[in-house]
C-alpha cells in the first residue's frame, strides 16, 4: 500500500471518454452536445443522441458526473427516431405559426421514408400552402433554434391540451400517475412527444414536403440510407389499407389510445374484441371470395409478411374459407426449395444467408410449378437441416379442384414464378398496418406491434427471453427490408392482422419480460422503451381475453389458438 493519498477539494468538472478513448474534459453541467462537437468525431451519418453509461441520453442532457459516450446516429434505429420526432416536431411548430387556425395530424407512414399528415379541420390543403410551410421550416432550421424540455405540473398540461383543442392528450394524461408532464417548446410552440428530441433545428436540414391524396407526406432519411432522402414511389392500395383501417376505427369507436382505455376501463371490451375480428372476417371473406371467383384460372396463392405478422393463421383461415367454396387447398414448403447449404450465399460478414432469394433453388422451384401447372406429378424436395442437403421428397399432383397455398418471405418476388402465367398466381401482403395511436402527433409503429407480438410468443412457445428476441429483432428487420417489403406492391391483395385491442391483451403478457431484460445491455435500452410505451395502455383483465376468438391472429401470440395443430391441407 504505498500509493499515497491526500486531501482534495471536490473536482467542479466531468470527463467524457468517447469510443476511440479519447478524453475531454468540461465544467460540470456542461451539454453532452458540447462534448461531442469537442471531439469532432466522424461518423456516417448524424450524431442525435448518445448511449452514456449504456443509457439512452439527449444531446442537451447536461453531464454532471463522468461518462462514456457513444454516439449514436440516424442509421440506428434509436438515432432515425429521433430524427423523426424531432422533424415531426418543426413541422408541427412551423403550421402553428403559419395556420393558426388548423392542426395537423401524423397518420401513418409511407414505406419511402416519410409520414402521410393532414390539415384538420380542413380536409384538402393546398400547394400554396405547403409551400409555406416548407419554406417556414427550412427558416427555421437557419436559425438554428433550441428545442427545450419544459417540466410543467399536469394540471397546467391538461389544461393547456384542452384549450388548444388537443383533446385526445388531455384525456391521455388525464391518468398519469406523476403529477408533472415534461414538454418540449421550440419557438413558442409547445407539446408532449413519447421519446427525445435533437437539442437544436440546425440538426434536421434532410427532409422534404410533398402533397399526397387529401394531404401530404413529411419525408425524411431512412436509417439503411440516412444521408439521402429516397425516390417517392407511390403505393395507393397500402394507403387504401391505413385509410380503410382509420373508418374501423371510427365504427369500432376507438379513434385513439385514450378512447380505448375507456373502452377497457368501463367494460366495453367484449363488444370492441368481438368487432375488430369481425372486420378481420371481412377482409378474409373478400380475398376468399376474389379467388373463388377466379377459381378456373388461379391455381397458386402466394403468401408472404414480415415477422409475426400472423401470416400462419391468416393462412389456415384462408384455406378453410377456400374450403367452405370448395376448394381444397394444397400446401408447399418454400424452406424445402433451399439449395444445399454448401451453395448457400454468404452475407456481408462472412455468414450463410438463408434469408436471400439464392438460398433457394428458383430454377427447380419454378419447374416445379409449370408442372404443376401443366397437370404433371413432380417429386418434392425435403430439405433435410441436419445435413444441409437437399433430399427427395413425396410426390405431389395438382388435382382440378385443389389450390396451391405457398407462404414465405419471398413468396412475392417476381423471379420466383417468372415465366408463370400472372393469371394463376393470386398473391397476398400481410402485416399489422397499426393506424391507432396515441393522439395526433405521436404515432404506434408497426414494427413495435409486432416486435411485442414477437416477444409474447417466443417466451411462451419457445424458449426465447424478451432480450433474446430484443437482440435478434435488427437482424430480423434487415432481411424484411431486404427480402420482403421491395415486393409488397406485387400483391393482389393486402391484409391489416392489426387489432385495434391487441396492445392492452399484449401489455399484460409482455411488460413482465421486458422487466427481465439485464439492466445495463442494450437490449434493456429497447426493453425500457417498450415499457414507457406501453405505459399509455390500460391492460385486459385475464378474464376479458376469453373474448378473443380462438382463431384469431392474436391467438398466434397470447396462445389459445384452436389452429395451432391443424393442417387443413392434409
Partial sequence: MNKKII????????????????????????????????????????????????RLRELSYPLQQDATLVPVTINASDGSRIYRRSLSFLMIAAASEL???????????????GYYCEMRPFNNVSAADLDKLRDRMRQLISDDLPITQ????????????????????????????????????????????????????????????????????????????PNI???????????????????????????SVAALNEIVRNGRVQETILVAEALHQRQLTNISTAIATRRHEVRIVLISGP????????????????????????????DNYFVDRRETPLDENGELDFETIEAVNIPLFRQHMRDLLDGKTITQPRFNFHTGTSEAGDPLKLESDEILI???????????????????????????????????????????????????RDAAHRGYTAADTIGRWQSVRRGEKRHIFPNQHYADAFFNSALVYEMAALKPLAYPLLLQVEPGTRERIEANRLLAFLQWFDSISTD???????????????????????????
Avoid: C
Fill in 229 to 255: 432522402l429516397q425516390a417517392f414511389t407511390d403505393e395507393p392500395r397500402l394507403a387504401h389499407v391505413f385509410q380503410q383501417y382509420d373508418e374501423w376505427l371510427q365504427i369500432i369507436g376507438v379513434p
Fill in 99 to 113: 395556420f393558426p387556425d388548423r392542426s395537423i395530424s401524423i397518420q401513418h407512414s409511407m414505406p419511402f421514408g
Fill in 406 to 456: 405457398i407462404e414465405g418471405i419471398h413468396g412475392l418476388n417476381p423471379r420466383l414464378v417468372e415465366g408463370l402465367s400472372a393469371n394463376a398466381l393470386y398473391r397476398v401482403f400481410i402485416s399489422a398496418f397499426t393506424q391507432l395511436n396515441l393522439d395526433k402527433h405521436n404515432r404506434v409503429p408497426t414494427t413495435d406491434t409486432r416486435l411485442l407480438r414477437r416477444i409474447v
Fill in 7 to 54: 486531501p482534495s477539494t471536490p473536482r467542479t468538472t466531468v470527463q467524457a471518454v468517447f469510443p476511440d478513448g479519447k478524453t475531454y474534459e468540461g465544467t460540470r453541467g456542461t451539454t453532452i452536445e458540447a462534448f461531442v462537437a469537442a471531439a469532432n468525431l466522424q461518423t456516417k451519418a448524424q450524431i442525435t443522441a448518445v448511449l452514456m453509461n449504456g
Fill in 150 to 225: 419544459i417540466r410543467i405540473p399536469l394540471d397546467e398540461a391538461l389544461q393547456f391540451f384542452r384549450d388548444n383543442g388537443d383533446h385526445e392528450k388531455a384525456e391521455l394524461f388525464a391518468k398519469r400517475r406523476k403529477d408533472y408532464l415534461t414538454v418540449y417548446e421550440l419557438n413558442g410552440t409547445q407539446d408532449y412527444f413519447h421519446g427525445f428530441m435533437v437539442p437544436r433545428t440546425g440538426y434536421l436540414s434532410l427532409f422534404e414536403i410533398r402533397p399526397y391524396n387529401h394531404g401530404f407526406i413529411l419525408q425524411f432519411p431512412r436509417r439503411q440510407a
Fill in 307 to 334: 415477422s409475426s405478422a400472423g401470416k400462419t393463421t391468416f393462412s389456415k383461415r384462408l384455406a378453410i374459407q377456400l374450403l367452405a367454396a370448395g376448394i381444397r387447398p394444397v400446401a408447399i414448403g418454400m
Fill in 544 to 570: 376479458d381475453l376469453r373474448y378473443i376468438a380462438s382463431d384469431s391472429i392474436l391467438r398466434e401470440f397470447v396462445g389459445g389458438s384452436t389452429l395451432r395443430d391443424y393442417e387443413p391441407w392434409k
